[in-house]
């Protein structure tokens, strides 16, 4: 029998950290702590606690697996980014797995997974049984956000293998836009 890879998956899309180990269906380690900001400075450590706490070490590592969202706009920049990097540097696979499929693992029958977009808006895709069976939407409604299991993201991960890199999933175009003053002169 061939060993089960061993994933590292992590989570940043909300206001939390959260990172899992996981080896087959057995969960090696799991850490999560709510952060209104600082995931940046929180990620790397939790992982490298989460590893130390099962035994293993970077180069042990098969697959990474990420939250991409959607969620806030910094929080899966810094997931999706460091997922990238690790798999670079470490030469593994990294998986994006968004918030809809990992909270939609496992699940029975047809469900519409919902999460809060901000200003009256939610984030919703249906499922079933964990396939997904519509694209991901934004529309007008108010649902609470749960907190992203990265257990499931990594369950979730194990099912799709390697491949493209992940990527930010983004349903809301940008907050952001360019400045109404004209720009500086530059003198000679």
Same mark, same amino acid.
């Given at each position: ?27 090696? =380690? ?40 959607? =969620? ?8 999706v980014s460091t997922a990238r990097g690790l798999a ?101």
């Open positions: 029998m061939p060993p089960k890879p061993l994933i590292l998956s992590f989570d940043t899309s909300v206001a939390h950290c959260a990172a899992a180990l996981v080896s087959g269906d057995q969960i090696l =380690g799991c850490q999560s702590e709510a952060l209104q900001k600082g995931q940046a400075e929180r990620l790397i450590p939790m992982l490298e606690e989460v590893l130390k706490g099962a035994g293993k070490s970077w180069s042990d590592l098969d697959l990474i697996a990420v939250g991409v969202g959607p =969620g806030n706009f910094t929080g899966v920049r810094i997931a670079l540097s470490l030469g593994v696979p990294a998986v994006g797995v968004s918030v809809f499929e990992a909270l939609a693992f496992g699940a029975n029958g047809r469900v519409t997974i919902s999460r809060d977009a901000r200003r009256g808006m939610v984030f919703s895709q249906m499922f079933e049984d964990g396939g997904a069976v519509s694209d991901p939407v934004m529309a007008e409604g108010v649902v609470d956000d749960a907190v992203i299991d990265p257990v499931k993201i990594a369950f979730s991960a194990a099912g799709k293998g390697g491949g493209t890199p992940p990527a930010p999933l983004y349903l809301r175009s940008a907050d952001a836009g360019l400045p109404s003053d004209p720009p500086p002169t530059i003198l000679p």
